[in-house]
């Protein structure tokens, strides 16, 4: 079955990408952005990964090893460090397409730079952003825009289709830095009957439910990077738990940096 939607379909004909979305869990829209548009996004990451990276603060970027720039994994709040972002964040298609498929206005929370390297990208374990976002209710989106073609060999997204109808699943600590739960009795039969791969090409844009239970492989790849930009918006609906929020990042921050990841 083809999941895929044509971006100026879904521009046409709005109620096909909503439908989609509250069906499934995820979207996958083609050709979200013009080569140009992408051509100019990736000279803009590349400025910010040279430029800007080396003044941010150690807790908002990853590295697979610390001390060597050339294992980067993710960056996180990139609007809040360079107006370009910025306007890709906020008033823009991608926040307008948020406003469509969570029916209301929105809050933009993220947007996060991600990679894995060739040979040593590491696997994304299978997790619910609703667990890290704890909203009541627990309504968002995350959009995840590859930079790059990414394929089965340097680790698509897979989504299981569905599972957002399905509740909020067990999570335990994993060792993968950047997600440090996953859910812990994933890959029952549903689950992989359920699951979808995502290959992608540059400016494509793949949209998923905050429930929606997804993952993605490790980057087995000798030469190939796997960039991509991810945007997370919340409904004006959905509440923080601010208290219990906090408190995990506090003490996820102290344990990465006991650990010497950060």
């Known amino acids: 079955m083809d999941y895929t939607v044509d971006a100026q379909t879904s521009r046409r004909q709005p109620q096909i990408a909503l439908d989609a979305f509250t069906r ?35 807790e908002q970027v990853f590295y697979e090893t610390l001390g060597e720039p050339d294992t980067l994994k993710q960056i996180v709040y990139l609007y809040q460090h360079e107006s370009y972002f910025e306007r890709l964040m906020f008033d823009s298609k991608f926040e307008q397409l948020a406003e469509l498929l969570l029916q209301g206005p ?6 996060q730079y991600f990679n894995k390297p060739p040979r040593i990208g590491k ?6 952003d609703g667990f890290y976002f704890m909203l009541d209710p627990c309504e968002a989106l995350t959009m995840w825009l ?13 989504y299981v289709r569905g599972s957002h109808r399905r509740g909020l699943r067990p999570h335990g600590r994993t060792q993968t830095l950047g997600f440090s739960q996953g859910v812990t009795d994933y890959g029952t039969p549903q689950d992989r009957a359920d699951e979808v791969a995502f290959p992608a090409q540059a400016g494509d844009l793949l949209i998923h439910n905050a429930m929606t239970i997804h993952r993605a492989d490790g980057n087995r790849s000798e030469t190939r990077t796997r960039q991509a930009l991810g945007f ?22 102290e344990e990465m940096k006991a650990k010497g990841k950060i």
């Open 24 to 58: 499934d869990g995820f979207l996958a829209l083609t050709a979200f952005l013009t080569p140009d548009e992408v051509a100019e996004t990736r000279t803009e990451v590349a400025r910010f990964i040279r430029d800007r990276v080396p003044q941010l603060p150690r």
């Open 106 to 111: 929105v809050v933009g929370k993220n947007m």
């Open 123 to 128: 696997a994304t374990p299978p997790h619910q």
């Open 146 to 158: 590859p930079l790059e073609a990414v394929d089965e060999e340097n680790g698509c997204v897979r």
């Open 232 to 253: 997370v918006y919340y409904s004006e609906r959905a509440k923080v738990d601010e208290e219990r929020h906090a408190a995990y990042q506090k003490r996820l921050a």
